[in-house]
């Protein structure tokens, strides 16, 4: 231990480095390729796994959507091929007997699925846009980011089916000049005046929408275009901790018995299950996470473990000098101790050079792919990670610096004088 | 300084058994210069190496300045070389990779001496020498009898109670031999105990004191008027 904090010690130390260039290159490459390797691919798993994140983060990560297709089983009386319409009805059904169903947003929609868009005029600009109907409930399933000043449909104007609209940014580009503020500004409609109550941002990636949508409360939607109780689709968060595909079973198959429709028809319903999707895509990128730190860990061992070699074949090559430091008064301890501590130096130099490289590789590729639509974002390596592999390269330095060490000092001073 | 009795040594090889030492009685006064002669093999070495604390004698008594010398540990022996004993060997030894000066430091280093002082005392020796100004250079850039001269001055540079010198001319030409003696016989001068293995004549009667080993024993042990080696060196 007194040695370890001996200048003396360091100066051996380091001049036998430096004398000996081609062992501690030789050495240091493996151990700096392994940690290298390591923070790489950790970094980069990592940064796929934050990237599938900002993807979804618009998002609730186990949501999913169900709507009503043809049947393909006659059942009670039906012939197969009926056409099933999603009712209003039905949320509060699926609220009672689906218990893991945090929130359901029914939506109505005009301008997708084949239906024809909304004409949507404000003085003599027009456009044709993607109308739906919705329920403030949408914006805790999909977060809509809206711009400042706006909102999105709330309680009231659905109870008062008030004529109200959230724009795209594209709409509010093509209706609105540029210096103008849209809150608070009227368009049409089909024909029907709307105040504009909020702009909503797209995000690139996120979600399934366009930045020309035009939200409206979903009560205004069904006196508009007189869709009675019909909805078009569900969209359905589960709480965080529900199992996505049993929910979607069991969504599916009340819907089978609310609508009449046979319990093994498989075709009667559509559903898209988000969570489900992400859930593969996480399992995915911690797959990789953890392939990484194996992979990674395994590099660092052969890298240690090469390094003991090259520092047992050097303790052969350098018998004659050990014998000779050892007559002149080097005692064993001190030669083993040189030893280790020469393997745990070059260790960490190479780990740490490993690192401070491993991170210039992830800001580059952070640099080369920012922007992009790749998901890959921000690929850190988390610091216990680094510290982890830090400790580890300690540990596994210096036990491998033993056996060179240990055969050092197994030579007794008169044969390692006499070796040539 | 130095007292031995009755020194046994033998090597065993399989079931084979050497014996090399067979009961060597001999004592060294403070400030002698001893040769130790012999034919291959009889031993010089063994004895030397015993005395040096590299080897340990099957049986019999050392006694190194009324210090006993039994049973050591390796840490020990490693600790008494260091403070007792310089070593001159026939093939240098000195560390590669080392300046001559480095060289000379190193068992200071094992003593624990501050660098300043390390590198100030070693180019004092380097200076005894004569190679103070060759301090910087490696020992492959050194010439036999420069290296053998770094030699000396390391093994001196812990000031040590006796030299050991395995021929220490043993891979140099006469002329150079000669200026090795002549530092040797310069460092006894000063009040030194040198002892010297060698096989040459004339660099045995450059001692004052002239041991001959045969078949593991003393077979002579005689003073001698010792040859100045300066006498041959310009
Ligand atoms: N480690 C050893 N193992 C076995 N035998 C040894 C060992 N060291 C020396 N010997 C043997 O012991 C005998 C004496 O060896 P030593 O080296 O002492 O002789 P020496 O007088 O120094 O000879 P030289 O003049 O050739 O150097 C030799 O026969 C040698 O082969
Ligand atoms: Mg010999």
Same mark, same amino acid.
């Given at each position: 231990?007194?040695?370890?904090?001996?200048? &003396?010690?360091?100066?051996?130390?380091?001049?036998?480095?430096?004398?000996?260039?081609?062992?501690?290159?030789?050495?240091?490459?493996?151990?700096?390729?392994?940690?290298?390797?390591?923070?790489?691919?950790?970094?980069?798993?990592?940064?796929?796994?934050?990237?599938?994140?900002?993807?979804?983060?618009?998002?609730?990560? &186990?949501?999913?959507?169900?709507?009503?297709?043809?049947?393909?089983?006659?059942?009670?009386?039906?012939?197969?091929?009926?056409?099933?319409?999603?009712?209003?009805?039905?949320?509060?059904?699926?609220?009672?007997?689906?218990?893991?169903?945090?929130?359901?947003?029914?939506?109505?929609?005009?301008?997708?699925?084949?239906?024809?868009?909304?004409?949507?005029?404000?003085g003599l600009k027009s456009g044709n846009y993607a109308v739906y109907g919705d329920f403030p409930d949408f914006a805790d399933i999909a977060t809509k980011k809206i711009y400042d000043g706006g909102r999105f449909i709330n309680d009231e104007d659905i109870e008062q089916a008030r004529k109200v609209c959230v724009i795209g940014e594209r709409t509010q580009k093509e209706l609105f000049e540029e210096d103008e503020d849209p809150i608070g500004g009227y368009i049409r409609i089909d024909n029907i005046y709307f105040q504009v109550v909020g702009v909503h941002k797209f995000t690139p990636g996120g979600g399934f929408e366009s930045d020309s949508d035009i939200y409206i409360p979903f009560a205004t939607f069904k006196k508009l275009y007189n869709t009675g109780d019909n909805v078009s689709w569900l969209t359905i968060a589960a709480y965080d901790d529900a199992d996505v595909v049993k929910v979607e079973e069991d969504i599916k198959a009340t819907l089978r018995s609310i609508h009449n429709v046979s319990p093994k028809d498989e075709r009667a319903f559509g559903s898209f299950n988000l969570g489900e999707i992400f859930n593969k895509i996480m399992g995915f990128s911690s797959g990789m996470t953890f392939l990484s730190l194996i992979v990674g860990i395994a590099c660092i061992l052969a890298?240690?473990?090469?390094?003991?070699?090259?520092?047992?074949?050097?303790?052969?090559?350098?018998?004659?000098?050990?014998?000779?430091?050892?007559?002149?008064?080097?005692?064993?301890?001190?030669?083993?101790?040189?030893?280790?501590?020469?393997?745990?130096?070059?260790?960490?130099?190479?780990?740490?050079?490993?690192?401070?490289?491993?991170?210039?590789?992830?800001?580059?590729?952070?640099?080369?792919?920012?922007?992009?639509?790749?998901?890959?974002?921000?690929?850190?390596?988390?610091?216990?990670?680094?510290?982890?592999?830090?400790?580890?390269?300690?540990?596994?330095?210096?036990?491998?610096?033993?056996?060179?060490?240990?055969?050092?000092?197994?030579?007794?001073?008169?044969?390692?004088?006499?070796?040539? | 300084?130095?007292?031995?009795?009755?020194?046994?040594?033998?090597?065993?090889?399989?079931?084979?058994?050497?014996?090399?030492?067979?009961?060597?009685?001999?004592?060294?006064?403070?400030?002698?210069?001893?040769?130790?002669?012999?034919?291959?093999?009889?031993?010089?070495?063994?004895?030397?190496?015993?005395?040096?604390?590299?080897?340990?004698?099957?049986?019999?008594?050392?006694?190194?300045?009324?210090?006993?010398?039994?049973?050591?540990?390796?840490?020990?022996?490693?600790?008494?070389?260091?403070?007792?004993?310089?070593?001159?060997?026939?093939?240098?030894?000195?560390?590669?990779?080392?300046?001559?000066?480095?060289?000379?430091?190193?068992?200071?280093?094992?003593?624990?001496?501050?660098?300043?002082?390390?590198?100030?005392?070693?180019?004092?020796?380097?200076?005894?020498?004569?190679?103070?100004?060759?301090?910087?250079?490696?020992?492959?850039?050194?010439?036999?009898?420069?290296?053998?001269?770094?030699?000396?001055?390391?093994?001196?540079?812990?000031?040590?109670?006796?030299?050991?010198?395995?021929?220490?001319?043993?891979?140099?030409?006469?002329?150079?031999?000669?200026?090795?003696?002549?530092?040797?016989?310069?460092?006894?001068?000063?009040?030194?105990?040198?002892?010297?293995?060698?096989?040459?004549?004339?660099?045995?009667?450059?001692?004052?004191?002239?041991?001959?080993?045969?078949?593991?024993?003393?077979?002579?042990?005689?003073?001698?008027?010792?040859?100045?080696?300066?006498?041959?060196?310009?």
């Amino acid at each position: 231990m007194k040695q370890l904090f001996d200048g &003396n010690t360091w100066q051996e130390i380091f001049q036998s480095i430096r004398k000996n260039k081609l062992r501690t290159f030789l050495t240091m490459i493996g151990v700096f390729v392994g940690i290298y390797i390591y923070i790489g691919l950790s970094g980069a798993s990592k940064g796929l796994d934050n990237g599938f994140e900002r993807q979804f983060e618009t998002i609730a990560k &186990n949501s999913l959507f169900a709507w009503g297709q043809r049947t393909s089983i006659p059942y009670a009386g039906f012939k197969t091929g009926r056409q099933i319409q999603l009712k209003l009805g039905d949320v509060e059904v699926l609220y009672n007997r689906v218990p893991e169903i945090e929130t359901i947003a029914p939506r109505n929609v005009k301008g997708i699925f084949g239906s024809n868009p909304g004409i949507i005029t404000r003085g003599l600009k027009s456009g044709n846009y993607a109308v739906y109907g919705d329920f403030p409930d949408f914006a805790d399933i999909a977060t809509k980011k809206i711009y400042d000043g706006g909102r999105f449909i709330n309680d009231e104007d659905i109870e008062q089916a008030r004529k109200v609209c959230v724009i795209g940014e594209r709409t509010q580009k093509e209706l609105f000049e540029e210096d103008e503020d849209p809150i608070g500004g009227y368009i049409r409609i089909d024909n029907i005046y709307f105040q504009v109550v909020g702009v909503h941002k797209f995000t690139p990636g996120g979600g399934f929408e366009s930045d020309s949508d035009i939200y409206i409360p979903f009560a205004t939607f069904k006196k508009l275009y007189n869709t009675g109780d019909n909805v078009s689709w569900l969209t359905i968060a589960a709480y965080d901790d529900a199992d996505v595909v049993k929910v979607e079973e069991d969504i599916k198959a009340t819907l089978r018995s609310i609508h009449n429709v046979s319990p093994k028809d498989e075709r009667a319903f559509g559903s898209f299950n988000l969570g489900e999707i992400f859930n593969k895509i996480m399992g995915f990128s911690s797959g990789m996470t953890f392939l990484s730190l194996i992979v990674g860990i395994a590099c660092i061992l052969a890298g240690v473990i090469g390094i003991g070699n090259i520092l047992l074949i050097s303790v052969k090559e350098r018998t004659k000098e050990l014998g000779v430091r050892r007559a002149l008064g080097a005692t064993p301890s001190e030669v083993r101790n040189q030893i280790i501590i020469e393997a745990l130096t070059l260790t960490l130099l190479a780990g740490i050079i490993g690192i401070i490289f491993g991170a210039l590789t992830l800001k580059i590729i952070d640099a080369l792919t920012k922007g992009g639509d790749f998901p890959y974002a921000n690929p850190t390596v988390p610091i216990p990670y680094v510290i982890g592999s830090l400790l580890l390269m300690v540990v596994l330095g210096v036990l491998i610096g033993l056996i060179p060490a240990q055969r050092a000092v197994s030579i007794r001073p008169i044969d390692a004088l006499r070796e040539e | 300084m130095i007292e031995i009795k009755d020194l046994h040594k033998s090597y065993k090889m399989g079931s084979n058994s050497l014996h090399v030492l067979k009961g060597i009685n001999f004592s060294v006064e403070d400030g002698e210069l001893v040769a130790i002669m012999g034919s291959s093999g009889s031993g010089k070495s063994t004895l030397l190496n015993i005395l040096g604390m590299l080897d340990e004698a099957d049986e019999g008594e050392y006694t190194l300045d009324n210090v006993p010398i039994k049973n050591l540990s390796e840490t020990k022996a490693a600790q008494y070389r260091n403070k007792f004993l310089g070593f001159v060997f026939q093939s240098f030894n000195l560390i590669n990779y080392k300046s001559a000066m480095e060289n000379v430091a190193l068992p200071l280093y094992y003593q624990r001496v501050a660098r300043k002082e390390r590198t100030e005392k070693a180019l004092q020796y380097l200076e005894r020498v004569g190679l103070r100004e060759w301090a910087t250079h490696l020992p492959s850039e050194l010439s036999g009898g420069q290296k053998q001269r770094v030699a000396i001055a390391r093994a001196m540079a812990a000031e040590p109670k006796v030299l050991l010198a395995d021929e220490p001319t043993g891979a140099l030409d006469s002329t150079t031999s000669y200026e090795v003696m002549d530092l040797i016989q310069k460092i006894n001068d000063e009040g030194n105990t040198i002892l010297v293995v060698t096989h040459e004549e004339d660099i045995a009667h450059m001692c004052k004191r002239i041991v001959h080993l045969k078949d593991g024993v003393i077979v002579e042990d005689k003073k001698v008027k010792q040859v100045r080696a300066a006498e041959y060196v310009q």
